[in-house]
């Protein structure tokens, strides 16, 4: 994704790029967390003490959402985290274009056409060969921080 | 075989050898499978004696010996007599050529296949053969051809007792009988000669063995013939002789012994305790000792002490029965021997800081614990009176204490010789003053008491030492779980052991201490001394909490009993005051301004020390009760009852319901509601308040009475139920164990009504804010916040903990919550379908609620919940069938796996506590509940298609599997039958997975659905229905049952399985051969035909035949037909398996 359509999702859909502070501690495996401004699955979490006689920290392995990179930070537990909002939205594949982009179904009825289809080769083999054999799919977007990505599908059968 | 041909195999074998270091695994490969064949090739005994006397490669012969042994053993059948001697007198004869080379291993390799051949064949050659053999080594032994000879016998009888004692025996593919016959044989007839042969060996040898340095050919024989008298020692002897070894303390049985074996013990008793031998032994070793420090660690010495220890723990009916007079002189004898090596004390010990060698003194240490074992404490002390001025205690205390400062010396982290001699003393310590029977439990004579109060001072000496120069030490990992660290807790254990012989001293000095510490903690603010105080007054807690309290772990704990027997005022027993001490420090900590001087730290050892203090001293429930009577053997029980009666006034005045015992709840639980609220993020700490503190405050009811009647629960309540933000920021563990212990309290209230309502108030307003969450109009984007999705998930915790401390009379309640949010929990699995955390919690809510409600439910009550977890499963259903998922992280990925692998647990769980109603409820006919049969139906449609051989590799969720797979097959399988033909394939393809588990409770369950899937249909037939119909003729063609039928016949004859199965397998062949007999005969023909003589074809069928004796015309399937099948089934396979298999 090209930096001018991070823009125009920023814009867009301004509510979905939210982060909330939850204290580190409660922050528990298989949360998400903000760690240097990307959205991270927590995938581990030790606590360990400044000193035997010194406060709390927590330490976090969050794997990026979208690129699955590694990502580690070291928080006071008695702090914030910052938490994004990750949702995830169903919408009927309608199209897939010669380029590489989608074409959605929206609840209303409106297209959404400014996805890709994913990095993930086997997904992207999956959507495509089941579009070609002509199956109804429905795949599932995961958005974050403004960012959107196909991260699963579901074949809902023939008509 | 030629020359040659016997060159090349050895090159061969060389090659190979050489090959197997060889980096390229494909080289290597091959080369284990040249080696290989070479073991297996049928009588390789000429081409082995050829490498062993020719080849240069080291590994060949040894492989080559290897092979003879194997060999040997596996034709044994097929070896002529003559060719076994031979071979025996080969490998004696290799032995004796070579006894100088250097090639030690492969000599006793080789000597080790002599007494594998010999076991082999021990029970077929007579008297007469063993005899001269024998002879033969007695005269190596008594060294009648040379030191070489002598040395090579003895290590003969070594490799002999070894191959011949059980737990080292090689395997020879023969019954344990036969294994067990020849240790008898060896235990009853030879050992003892072995012994005396061997003492004789060394006596010959010792004088030339102290000459020189202690590397010469007699200090070897020496050597090896002491090893082989302490593996005499250490055999496990059985019956009339099992008088040796370790503290096993077994005396003779009753019966009146039989000559032989009285004789036998006589015997024994000359050679180990007569005053001469051992008096040999011990001067031998007071030579070796004279010798100095080069000396200590020769295998002889080391061998010599072994021997010494062993000879301590000597006990049983090898001594006459004369009042232990005889086995009192045996262990003063070795005591005197042995406090050379640990007496002075201080002295010893310096000597080993300076340099010397420690084994002496560990030995010393070990032989101390050994006689301890064996002796009450007062005659462990006289022990030492005979000939000295103090008596044996003081001088265990003295060592104790020197080697407690020694530790103090030493600065290395890794387990030295203080920290192992200090665990070995603190355990005969414990030995001495509680014996594993407590029946024999005696007082200390006063010498002990000033020992142990020596002790325990010095150890708490040592140990403020310690935490004073360790609290600013940053590397914390291994002290964050310090007083879970069982080695930490055993050693705290065994020192507060000591504390209690002397409570008066040992309580003063720590209230003493306690106090100290936190007077310097608030005059020195936010200083370096603080952290050391800090650190000090940590470890003086948690001694504290062993010294006065027990863990508790289920059971009521008492008050130790020595601290109950210190009578005094209530305001000076030393017990009241060190739990005063330690109550004003948890007092302060709610000073909000002296907090911050506090650390995390401090606080979890308070709230662990309340933990456990409570469950003791707290308002205990048996006050104004006299004592109750103790198993204790205290001699003046008479006397006794006074005294005790006078420490539980004391303590019942300052900690009981109508003395001091509510103002120190109050402060409890202050300082619970601050542990949880004002010190946040510190997980650690609040993890002690909601699964330590907490829980022992809401154990009892009396107890719980009161903390309902204070303003600072009530408190408690209140926030935790307006769902405050101070305690929605705790962890979730955190949130389900409070939920629980305010729920638990409940039972503290005068009635049910009460409690229901009390319950109602703490959960509704909970229940309500989700209620009005899945009622808000924005709920698609509402729900997906952060914080939105981290309160729905405290909730959920928090009602998971509350189902979970259900009990009778607030059952009512948590069931009306539960109904309350069945909607908004529909609501929220739809909504959260993509947040697979929130229907985790979802889901162990539900179960943890049916689970606790459905033995109470009413029919209709129970139609609700049915019809709720209904819905419930087809929700879940409708989004996680048939969706990829993909991440771009493997790790990812693998997380989306475990969540789906946790949430199908939780699904089988539900459907097992679902399908348990009606176990509750067998009363009702089947009809009148029709509920369960449908939720077992569409739970099996959602479950099936979700279960793959992958996940069934997890033990937790296979078992629960197949228990809800039996289950449904044994109450349900009509509706079974209904299921989809790919669902129903699945099953049948797990249940034949199932039958291949390792487990015996998988296969066991899956025996028993594989029985109640053939009962079913063979019912079905009897009465002419349609059975499994079609779904019966679903897998390739064939029938399925009669797949099974072949399957489990297999199974029995010719695979390995417990003989628990056999039943079980019973139970399930019996419908399977009723349902196809035709196959079944079939069958029968096929192992018939299989076999040529007319004899053997006689044999199968009759066994057959006395199979089906007495079932062909079963045309029900009762109880006494199942147990008439079941011991045909023994008889059966007894007959056939032995003879089928061995083929």
């Given amino acids: 994704m090209s930096d001018e359509e991070h823009h125009f999702d920023n814009k867009a859909d301004a509510g979905a790029s939210k982060t909330y502070p939850q204290q580190a501690g409660t922050i528990r495996k298989n949360a998400y967390i903000v760690i240097k401004q990307r ?43 910052d938490v994004p909002e990750v949702t995830r939205t169903d919408y009927q594949l309608i199209d897939i274009s010669e380029d590489g982009f989608v074409s959605l179904l ?7 056409d400014d996805l890709r289809l994913p990095t993930d080769d086997q997904l992207n083999a999956q959507i495509s060969t089941g579009f070609h054999d002509g199956k109804d799919l429905v795949v599932t977007v995961m958005s974050a921080l403004g960012e959107e990505q196909i991260c699963a599908l579901k074949d809902i059968g023939p008509k | 075989m030629e020359q040659q041909d016997l060159q090349c195999s050895m090159q061969a074998v060389e090659q190979s050898c050489a090959a197997l270091h060889v980096s390229d695994p494909g080289i290597r490969s091959s080369a284990e499978a040249t080696l290989l064949a070479f073991r297996k090739s049928p009588h390789p005994f000429y081409a082995c004696q050829y490498i062993l006397e020719n080849s240069q490669v080291a590994t060949a012969k040894f492989l080559a010996a290897a092979t003879i042994q194997e060999a040997a053993i596996r034709e044994w059948t097929l070896i002529s007599p003559e060719e076994k001697s031979r071979l025996r007198s080969y490998c004696l004869q290799y032995v004796m050529a070579r006894v100088e080379t250097s090639e030690g291993y492969i000599l006793s390799k080789i000597l080790s296949v002599v007494a594998a051949l010999l076991k082999r064949g021990w029970l077929e050659y007579t008297q007469a053969e063993k005899a001269s053999f024998l002879e033969e080594v007695e005269q190596a032994v008594a060294g009648r051809h040379g030191l070489a000879a002598q040395r090579f016998g003895i290590s003969l009888l070594e490799a002999l007792v070894s191959e011949f004692s059980l737990s080292t025996a090689s395997p020879m593919g023969l019954p344990a009988e036969f294994h067990d016959k020849c240790r008898a044989s ?24 102290l000459e020189g340095q202690g590397e010469n050919q007699e200090s070897a024989i020496c050597t090896i013939a002491i090893r082989l008298m302490t593996q005499i020692l250490n055999w496990e002897f059985r019956g009339k002789l099992a008088v040796l070894g370790k503290s096993r303390a077994s005396t003779l049985s009753s019966s009146p012994a039989s000559r032989k074996s009285s004789e036998q013990l006589q015997l024994w008793h000359d050679l180990l305790v007569s005053p001469a031998k051992v008096t040999w032994i011990l001067n031998f070793y007071e030579h070796i000792h004279q010798k100095g420090n080069a000396w200590l660690d020769l295998p002889l010495s080391v061998v010599v002490r072994q021997l010494i220890v062993l000879m301590c723990s000597l006990n049983g009916s090898i001594f006459p029965t004369d009042g232990a007079g005889t086995q009192e002189q045996h262990l003063q004898r070795l005591l005197n021997c042995i406090i050379s090596w640990i007496d002075p004390p201080e002295y010893v010990i310096s000597a080993v800081l300076a340099g010397t060698s420690e084994s002496e003194m560990l030995d010393g240490c070990r032989a101390l614990l050994a006689i301890a074992t064996l002796c009450s404490p007062s005659s462990f002390d006289q022990l030492l009176l005979s000939f000295r001025q103090t008596g044996t205690l003081s001088l265990l205390s003295s060592l104790t204490c020197g080697i407690i400062k020694a530790s103090c010396v030493r600065e290395s982290e890794e387990p030295s010789w203080t920290y192992e001699a200090l665990e070995v003393l603190l355990e005969t310590w414990t030995v001495i003053l509680q014996p594993a029977d407590l029946s024999q439990k005696v007082p200390l004579p006063p010498s002990g008491i000033e020992a142990a109060s020596a002790v325990f001072q010095t150890f708490v000496e040592f140990e403020m030492k310690l935490s004073e120069s360790s609290a600013l030490d940053e590397d914390d990992a291994d002290d ?34 306690v106090s100290k510490c936190f007077s310097e903690i608030r005059q020195s603010l936010g200083s370096e001394t603080t952290t050391r105080c800090l650190e000090q007054l940590h470890w003086l807690t948690i001694l504290s909490g062993h010294v006065l309290a027990d863990p508790g772990e289920g059971e009521t704990p008492t008050v130790p009993e020595s601290i109950l027997a210190v009578s005094a005022e209530p305001a000076t027993h030393p017990a009241v005051s060190l739990s005063f001490a330690l109550i004003d420090v948890a007092q302060q900590s709610l000073d909000a301004t002296f907090r911050t001087t506090l650390s995390p730290r401090m606080m979890e050892a308070i709230v662990w020390f309340f933990g456990r203090w409570v469950e003791t001293y707290l308002m205990p429930d048996h006050a104004g009760r006299g004592p109750s009577s103790t198993p204790s053997g205290h001699e003046g029980q008479g006397v006794s009852v006074g005294v005790l009666f006078d420490g539980r006034n004391a303590l019942n005045a300052a900690f009981g319901k109508d003395g001091g015992g509510p103002a120190v709840l ?92 009390y319950v109602k108030d703490l959960l509704m307003p909970m229940a309500a804010s989700l209620a009005e969450f ?28 509350a189902a979970r401390e259900t009990i009778p009379r607030t059952q009512k309640a948590i069931f009306e919550v539960g109904v309350s949010i069945m909607k908004p929990l529909l609501v929220f699995m739809e909504i959260y379908k993509n947040q697979p955390s929130v229907v985790y919690l979802l889901l162990k809510y539900v179960v943890v609620w049916v689970d606790a409600e459905v033995v109470f439910l009413e029919p209709k009550d129970t139609t609700t919940v049915f019809n709720f977890c209904v819905q419930l499963l087809s929700v879940y259903s409708a989004h996680n069938i048939g969706k990829v998922s993909v991440s771009t992280s493997r790790s990812l990925q693998n997380e989306a796996q475990t969540e789906k692998y946790k949430d199908l647990r939780a699904l089988l769980q539900l459907l097992t506590n679902l399908s348990s109603k009606d176990l509750f409820d067998f009363a009702l006919h089947a009809d009148e509940n029709p509920d369960v049969a449908q939720v077992v139906y569409l739970g099996l449609n959602i479950i099936t298609p979700l279960i793959s051989a992958d996940l069934l590799k997890y033990p937790k969720l296979c078992r629960q599997y197949f228990t809800l797979l039996m289950h449904m097959l044994e109450v349900y399988p009509e509706k079974v ?34 029985g109640a899937l053939g009962v079913f249909q063979y019912q079905a037939l009897c009465k002419g229905d349609d059975g499994l119909g079609a779904q019966s003729r679903t897998s390739g063609g064939d029938d399925v049952l009669s797949h099974f039928l072949k399957l489990l016949m297999h199974f029995l004859l010719f695979e390995d399985y417990s003989n628990d199965l056999v039943e079980p397998a019973a139970d399930a062949l019996l419908p399977l051969i009723l349902c196809n007999t035709a196959l079944f005969e079939k069958l029968k023909q096929e192992l018939v035909q299989r076999h040529q003589d007319v004899e053997s074809q006689e044999r199968v069928s009759t066994a057959f035949h006395s199979l089906s004796r007495g079932i062909e015309i079963a045309s029900t399937i009762d109880r006494s037909i199942r147990r008439k099948f079941r011991s045909n089934l023994f008889v059966f396979l007894n007959d056939l398996r032995g003879f089928l298999r061995t083929r």
């Fill in chain 2, 186 to 209: 060896l235990e009853a007839g030879y050992l003892q000669k072995f012994y005396a042969w061997a003492f004789d060996a060394s006596v010959m040898v010792a004088s030339k063995a």
């Fill in chain 2, 774 to 801: 899945s009622g808000r109009k924005d709920l698609a984007t509402f729900s997906q916040q952060p914080n939105v999705i981290h309160q729905v998930s405290c909730v959920l915790e928090r009602l998971r903990g």
């Fill in chain 2, 480 to 513: 964050m779980a310090a007083f879970s660290d069982e080695a930490r807790e055993d050693r705290l254990s065994a020192v507060a052991l000591i504390a209690r012989t002397v409570p008066s001293v040992s309580l003063s000095l720590l209230t003493m201490l």
């Fill in chain 1, 39 to 81: 959205p991270c699955k927590v995938v581990e979490v030790s606590t360990s003490k400044t000193g035997k006689h010194g406060h709390a920290k927590c330490h976090f392995v969050g794997i990026d959402i979208f690129t699955g990179k590694k990502l580690e930070d070291i928080v006071p537990s008695s702090h914030n985290c």
């Fill in chain 2, 977 to 1010: 039958a209904k299921i989809s033909p790919e669902g129903f394939s699945q099953i049948i393809g797990t249940l034949e997975f199932g039958l291949r588990q390792q487990d015996v409770e998988v296969v066991n369950m899956t025996l028993s659905a594989l």
């Fill in chain 1, 106 to 112: 929206t609840e209303n009825g409106d297209t959404k």
């Fill in chain 2, 666 to 757: 109050e402060i409890l639980v202050r300082v619970a509601l601050t542990s949880l609220t004002a010190w946040r993020g510190e997980q650690v700490l609040q993890e002690y308040v909601s699964s330590r503190l907490l829980p022992a405050l809401v154990r009892r009811r009396n107890v719980c009475v009161q903390l309902l009647s204070m303003g600072s629960w009530q408190e408690l309540a209140t926030v935790f139920a307006r769902q405050d933000q101070m305690l929605l920021s705790l962890s979730d563990s955190v949130q389900r164990a409070l939920s629980g212990c305010l729920c638990r309290s409940a039972q503290g209230l005068a009635n049910a009504d009460a409690a229901n309502h």
